[in-house]
């Protein structure tokens, strides 16, 4: 997130080790197992959440600055991880990446789709990014700025979700799953990305930021930037009936985070772009610093947080709901 501000995402926990059986969406939620190969019983499990987080966030990602090793190394992770989900590139691209130049320096967005069934023209995008500030140019001991919250979570969220959606393989619209690149830069991924599509076949944009911390509003809570601008937070609040967890609007309006993060840019083409975040920002220790490590974050509620969007997006993955456009004044 720019630094001008910050940020937002979602969260909900789902008992682990218990099942929550919803009409076809059984997820089965055992720790340290793999996923089971049946289409009704599906795990997001901790021990891969923990291995993306663990992986992006590491010292040898040099902090994913756009134009250097550490960038180019995060991407071929993530593209490695699309090729085993067996996601396919987007639109007449051949490979996952969505390359262009801003200010010289060669830029990529990682961009993957599933596609749909019945509905497979109507696009959901669910996206993060997965730069950050690099390495500091001067000073004592620590100088890497790993960006494991700020937004190695919400890249963690991602791959999880597409791994998730590709094994229960019942999405009647196409899920475009995209890493964008220069958000700290200024939404330069998401912009450029927005200049390229047909903003009209986006039905919905959910944005993870931020997802690794406990909110201010407590354990299974979570909230939503712009909750106001469209019905999507109401919509996400009908799924999660029962599950125990509980959606705000976000509560730092003083912040303006709508616009200070990536689904701003599919906002102002109209598309109900919203972004998700856990993290009490305002008083968050780690924000920018070289101190936002792996080890400050709660795998627990990452995990939690991924199986709660998976869940809250039900209807608009399967196409019967699909929330209203957002108008910017
Ligand atoms: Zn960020």
Same mark, same amino acid.
């Given at each position: 997130m720019k630094k001008t501000s910050l940020l937002v995402a979602i969260t909900l926990s789902i008992v682990s080790c218990k099942e929550t059986q919803k009409k076809d969406t059984t997820i089965a939620i055992v720790?340290?197992?793999?996923?089971?190969?049946?289409?009704n019983n599906i795990v997001i499990d901790t021990a891969t959440v923990k291995k993306h987080l663990y992986t992006l966030a590491?010292?040898?990602?040099?902090?994913?600055?756009?134009?250097?090793e550490g960038i180019e190394k995060a991407a071929k992770y993530i593209e490695g991880e699309f090729k085993k989900i067996g996601l396919k590139p987007f639109?007449?691209?051949?490979?996952?990446r969505q390359n262009f130049e801003h200010k010289n320096i060669k830029m990529f967005n990682v961009l993957g789709v599933l596609e749909g069934k019945s509905k497979k023209d109507e696009f959901v995008i669910v996206s993060a990014h997965y730069d950050h500030l690099g390495v500091k140019e001067s000073g004592e001991g620590d100088l890497i700025y790993n960006g494991a919250n700020d937004d190695a979570s919400g890249v963690v969220g991602i791959l999880a979700l597409a791994e998730y959606f590709a094994k229960k393989d019942s999405n009647e619209r196409s899920i475009l799953f995209v890493a964008f690149t220069a958000e700290e830069m200024g939404l330069i991924g998401s912009k450029y990305f927005g200049k390229n599509?047909?903003?009209? #076949? +986006?039905v919905a944009g959910i944005n993870l930021e931020l997802i690794g911390k406990e909110p201010k509003t407590g354990p299974k809570t979570a909230w939503l930037t712009?909750?106001?601008?469209?019905?999507f937070g109401k919509i996400i609040q009908k799924n999660l009936k029962g599950t125990g967890y509980r959606l705000f609007p976000?509560?730092?309006? #003083? +912040?303006?985070?709508?616009?200070?993060?990536?689904n701003a840019s599919l906002a102002r083409l109209g598309v109900p772009s919203h972004t998700f975040s856990t993290t009490p920002i305002d008083i968050?220790?780690?924000?920018?610093?070289?101190?936002?490590?792996?080890?400050?974050?709660?795998v627990g509620i990452l995990t939690e947080t991924i199986r709660a969007v998976a869940v809250g997006t039900t209807t608009i993955i399967n196409g019967t709901d699909t929330p209203s456009r957002v108008v910017i004044e």
């Open positions: 720790n340290s197992s793999t996923i089971t190969q049946s289409k590491h010292d040898n990602m040099q902090g994913r600055k756009p134009g250097t639109k007449d691209l051949t490979t996952y599509i047909n903003a009209n #076949k +986006f712009g909750f106001d601008r469209s019905n976000d509560p730092y309006p #003083k +912040f303006n985070l709508f616009f200070r993060s990536d968050d220790k780690d924000y920018h610093k070289t101190s936002d490590e792996a080890e400050t974050l709660d």
